[in-house]
């Protein structure tokens, strides 16, 4: 694998000026950034790992894979370089602990330098990985490639009777399939918010109301306690579905601004733009 002729950057002798920038309002927002991975590793997504997130990487057997990983991490400390005007080197991502279990090595991620009140998430999919902040403790968001879905899907234990049965009032083909990743990518962004992912959560007990366009109120339920959340599907190609789950915040979310990251050194891309375009 063509992968360990760079050095994680929390390896090295210097250090990072540790000063806080001073942080932006993001008076209720969420920021969403999207990219188009590279096929292979790029040495600068690579200079901007963490130890952890280089064993990580290590541990990928496929570098497709390899790359779609690195290049989130480095993704993720882009945007927020952008946004904090400090440069992405000195941002340091790590975990939460658990809240279902309290292991630190399945958390939800958080922003260890600087410290700023804001959470964050991060997915990816093939050809898309997205990164997710937004003021306050939770915010989840998932994507995935719309790909043919196994009619088995619609018998095991990931839907609720309701989506079942909006699945298959669906023509079955694109449209159904394009159903099916809905109800998913809303289901994981859920269970991304409340920190726990996908273990210990009764999915087929999450309804996410795939025939309202959103945004729509999800109920999360562990160990006794309920949570509600506002979910909200984002467009950002043709090629994936996704979803942002956050906290409601009255009886309207705020809004929600997408952002296309260029593609990394020596990789084709688009240019940047910037929008309000939740679907």
Same mark, same amino acid.
């Given at each position: 694998?063509?992968?360990?002729?760079?050095?994680?950057?929390?390896?090295?002798?210097?250090?990072?000026?540790?000063?806080?920038?001073?942080?932006?309002? /993001?008076? $209720?927002?969420?920021?969403?950034?999207?990219?188009?991975?590279?096929?292979?590793?790029?040495?600068?997504?690579?200079?901007? /790992?963490?130890?952890?997130?280089?064993?990580?990487?290590?541990?990928? %057997?496929?570098?497709?894979?390899? @790359?779609?990983?690195?290049?989130?991490?480095?993704?993720?400390?882009?945007?927020?370089?952008?946004? *904090?005007?400090?440069?992405?080197?000195?941002?340091? *991502?790590?975990?939460?602990?658990?809240?279902?279990?309290?292991? %630190?090595?399945?958390?939800?991620?958080?922003?260890?330098?600087?410290?700023?009140?804001?959470?964050? +998430?991060? +997915?990816?999919?093939?050809?898309?990985?997205?990164?997710?902040?937004?003021?306050?403790?939770?915010?989840?968001?998932?994507?995935?490639?719309?790909?043919?879905?196994?009619?088995?899907?619609?018998?095991?234990?990931? %839907?609720?009777?309701?989506?079942? @049965?909006?699945?298959?009032?669906?023509?079955?083909?694109?449209?159904?399939?394009?159903?099916?990743?809905?109800?998913?990518?809303?289901?994981?962004?859920?269970?991304?918010?409340?920190? *726990?992912?996908?273990?210990?959560?009764? %999915?087929?007990?999450?309804?996410?109301?795939?025939?309202?366009?959103?945004?729509?109120?999800?109920?999360?339920?562990?160990?006794?306690?309920?949570?509600?959340?506002?979910?909200?599907? *984002?467009?950002?190609?043709?090629?994936?579905?996704?979803?942002?789950?956050?906290?409601?915040?009255?009886?309207?979310?705020?809004?929600?601004?997408?952002?296309?990251?260029?593609?990394?050194?020596?990789?084709? $891309?688009?240019?940047?733009?910037?929008?309000?375009?939740?679907?």
């Amino acid at each position: 694998m063509p992968f360990t002729h760079d050095t994680p950057k929390n390896t090295g002798t210097g250090q990072p000026s540790r000063a806080a920038p001073t942080t932006p309002d /993001l008076a $209720g927002a969420a920021h969403i950034w999207w990219w188009q991975p590279p096929q292979q590793v790029v040495p600068d997504d690579l200079a901007l /790992l963490g130890t952890d997130e280089f064993h990580r990487a290590l541990g990928l %057997l496929a570098e497709r894979d390899v @790359a779609a990983f690195v290049h989130t991490r480095a993704g993720a400390r882009r945007a927020l370089s952008e946004l *904090l005007l400090v440069p992405p080197q000195t941002i340091e *991502l790590g975990r939460r602990r658990c809240p279902g279990c309290g292991d %630190l090595g399945h958390g939800p991620p958080v922003i260890e330098h600087p410290q700023v009140p804001w959470a964050v +998430s991060l +997915s990816r999919t093939a050809g898309c990985g997205v990164f997710a902040l937004a003021e306050g403790h939770a915010i989840g968001i998932d994507v995935e490639e719309v790909r043919p879905m196994r009619r088995t899907s619609l018998y095991d234990s990931v %839907l609720t009777d309701n989506e079942r @049965a909006h699945l298959l009032s669906l023509p079955p083909g694109p449209q159904r399939d394009t159903g099916f990743h809905r109800v998913w990518t809303r289901k994981e962004a859920v269970v991304k918010a409340a920190g *726990l992912g996908l273990v210990g959560t009764a %999915l087929n007990q999450l309804e996410t109301w795939p025939a309202r366009p959103g945004p729509v109120r999800v109920l999360h339920t562990h160990s006794g306690r309920t949570t509600v959340w506002s979910v909200q599907d *984002l467009r950002l190609n043709d090629h994936v579905a996704a979803a942002v789950a956050r906290p409601p915040c009255g009886t309207t979310p705020g809004p929600v601004h997408i952002h296309h990251l260029p593609a990394p050194p020596g990789q084709p $891309g688009a240019p940047r733009t910037e929008g309000n375009r939740p679907s």
